[in-house]
């Protein structure tokens, strides 16, 4: 790793390696560090010290929530007499989010470093990295790094000679968004439809066939193995206090070089659409930014300062998500897009909460017809008590994220909508 | 297909074993084995669900109700090229749905058909997880990036004069 350990200089973390070619063979990846603090950790370290330079670090969970993930693994109980498993949330399925792939394609050694890690923290025999089905390419990539590390006794029994075991297996998913929630993914890891569960019990007391369990995202594996090997405290000291690392964002949308970038948490958004994705594709200004993945709420221009952390994103009004940022700028047609999104969610919702299930329904039928200029003037009123009777009601977050685009749209874009109605009436 | 010649070869189920063990339950293998009928037989037919139930010792409706809830397993033949273009956002606001219909256009079928030749389906999918490189056309899930009308029409004229030979 080239990784600085002087915080101040830190830009990136988990793509570090990433454009080092064949990165993907064992081989190539030790030459460039991955696996070399790995014995340290296995001999020296135990699993109070580990899960406490991961609270110290201050990461929180780059799936989506944002939990902090030391405070997660803390919840894990020990001792029950049942196993406990790890679960590697690959499903990316958040319209907007492409940078798990990027891990998994051109580093997929670091991830698996990172699981061995929190695999022995948490005393796992057996973890599984749940990947969505369209990533075959991928999947395979994964597969054989896999195998290069059983081959090396970096997985399998007592690794490295350390007395620790642990298998690792991919999983793939087959073409259901939903799963990329961390109840569901456990359903559906059992060879179940993906219907989410209940909370509580949390999966971390009860999860995988009723074991305790911890769902991870990728990229938050994916940077274990720089807060080991630097230190939790080193790891706090990039980005801002409460926001603290590196984070991926994905850019796409209207963006002259769309992409992932990873950046200090901390850094704004229009350092990031500016300098690092050559500006917008029309004008300087953008119309619409998307911040966390499309079930985020929309910013707008008077947002375009904003640093990137979850605490200033949430008082601009919004999330950071996964840090998928969809970016817009004066040509996008906002009524066809937010129809797009509500199509979208319609055929996502797994259909056990009313609420989602019609709501989703609703909004993608009233869009339609908005857009197709054959909506009236009390659409607005449907629409909006639709989506707020949506939220808060549900087992999953997939329903508040379905609500989202549309209240967006009457909030920022009234105008946007008006236009079209009036079409209609003529 | 009969229900006598819907047989997962000895090689698969030996496969199929060793899958089983790396699950705390059979029902796990569930899904991998529904790819592994849909490489094997094309798509999975209601004989393949019934020996693959009684593979894995799951009831029927076990294994039918995760074969309709997830949309990458056909329980119908598709074209011999399944080409998804995604027209979610990131792939919207960069062409995919003139794309789209340029392809439906060259294709001579609409969105959600096959060609009368077998070579070819077309269907519309969400997010592919990469908009980086929108708009986005998977062929038989390999990912095709900043497709365009022209890149895609050389693919079909390809598979075309190659009469669908892989
Ligand atoms: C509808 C829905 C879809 C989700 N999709 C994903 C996903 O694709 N990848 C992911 O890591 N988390 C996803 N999440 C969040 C997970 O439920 C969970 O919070 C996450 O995997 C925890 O890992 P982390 O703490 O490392 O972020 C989704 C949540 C919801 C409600
Ligand atoms: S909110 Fe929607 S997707 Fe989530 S569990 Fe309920 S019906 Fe299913
Ligand atoms: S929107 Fe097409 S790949 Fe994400």
Redesign the interface.
């Known amino acids: 790793m080239t990784i600085s350990s002087d915080p101040k200089q830190v830009t990136q973390i988990c793509f570090d390696r990433i454009n080092i070619p064949n990165q993907n063979k064992l081989s190539v990846a030790r030459e460039n560090g991955a696996y070399e603090f790995l014995p340290t950790v296995l001999n020296d370290f135990d699993s109070a010290k580990i899960i406490n330079e991961v609270k110290t670090s201050g990461i929180r969970g780059r799936g989506g929530a944002g939990f902090p993930t030391g405070l997660k693994w803390s919840f894990v109980p020990r001792n029950t007499g049942k ?1 406990t498993y790890l679960l590697c949330n690959a499903d ?7 940078k ?2 990027d891990i998994m394609r051109f580093d997929p050694h670091l991830l698996i470093e990172g699981m061995i890690m929190a695999g022995f923290a948490l005393d796992v025999r ?1 973890a599984y990295i749940y990947i ?6 991928e999947a395979n990539v994964l597969n054989e790094a896999i195998a290069e590390a059983y081959a090396a006794n970096l997985l399998g029994e007592n690794i490295l000679g350390s007395g620790y075991s642990m ?1 690792l ?1 991919v ?7 939903v799963c990329g929630e961390e109840t569901a993914l456990i359903e ?7 219907r989410p569960r209940f909370k509580p019990p949390f999966p971390a007391v009860e999860g ?2 009723r ?1 305790p369990t911890v769902v991870n995202n990728v990229e938050t594996l994916a940077t274990v193995p720089a807060i080991l090997k630097f230190g939790g405290e080193w790891h706090a000291s990039i980005g801002i206090p409460n926001n603290t690392g590196c984070k991926i964002f ?5 963006v002259n070089k ?3 970038y990873e950046v200090p948490m901390g850094t704004s958004l229009k350092t990031l659409i500016e300098d690092y994705c050559g500006g917008l594709q029309h004008g300087s200004v953008p119309k619409v930014i ?1 911040p966390g993945g ?1 079930s985020t709420p929309w910013l707008t221009a008077e947002h375009y300062d904003t640093p990137l952390t979850y605490d200033d994103l949430m008082k601009a009004g919004s999330f950071l998500g996964s840090g ?1 940022i ?1 970016v ?1 700028d004066e040509t ?1 047609d906002l009524v ?2 937010t129809r ?2 509500a199509h ?1 969610y319609a ?2 919702s797994c259909g056990q909460c009313t609420p989602c299930r019609e709501g989703t329904g609703w909004l993608e039928r009233v869009m339609k017809r908005v857009e197709g200029g054959k909506g009236c003037a009390g659409d607005v009123t449907v629409l909006k008590d639709a989506s707020e009777h949506m939220a808060g009601r549900t087992i999953c977050a997939l329903a508040e994220g379905a609500a989202a685009p549309v209240l967006s749209l009457l909030k920022h874009f009234p105008e946007d909508v008006q236009t079209r109605l009036a079409e209609s009436s003529k | 297909m009969s229900a006598d010649t819907v047989r997962f070869s000895e090689e698969r189920l030996a496969e199929i074993a060793e899958l089983v063990k790396r699950y705390p339950g059979p029902q796990s293998a569930l899904m991998p084995v529904l790819y592994m009928a849909q490489e094997d037989f094309g798509y999975i037919s209601m004989d393949a669900q019934k020996m693959i139930a009684e593979v894995l010792g799951l009831r029927l409706m076990q294994v039918r109700e995760v074969v309709t809830f997830y949309t990458m397993f056909k329980e119908q033949p598709t074209g011999k090229y399944l080409l998804e273009v995604c027209t979610n956002a990131g792939c919207m606001l960069n062409g995919a749905y003139e794309l789209a219909d340029h392809m439906c256009g060259t294709l001579g079928i609409r969105m959600g058909e096959t060609t009368p030749d077998g070579l070819f389906t077309i269907a519309e999918v969400e997010c592919a997880g990469a908009c980086g490189g929108a708009p986005v056309v998977q062929v038989n899930n390999i990912y095709h990036e900043k497709a365009t009308p022209a890149s895609m029409d050389a693919l079909i004229t390809q598979v075309r004069a190659d009469g669908g030979v892989e």
């Open positions: 196993p990316e399925g958040e319209p907007g989010t492409f798990d792939r057996d969505r089905g369209e990533f075959l390419h298998n297996t999983h793939r998913g087959a073409g259901a968004y559906s890891l059992e060879g179940k439809p993906g995988f066939y074991c994905s850019v796409s949308g209207h769309p992409g992932n998307i499309s998928a969809i817009m996008a066809a897009l797009r999104l979208f055929h996502e």
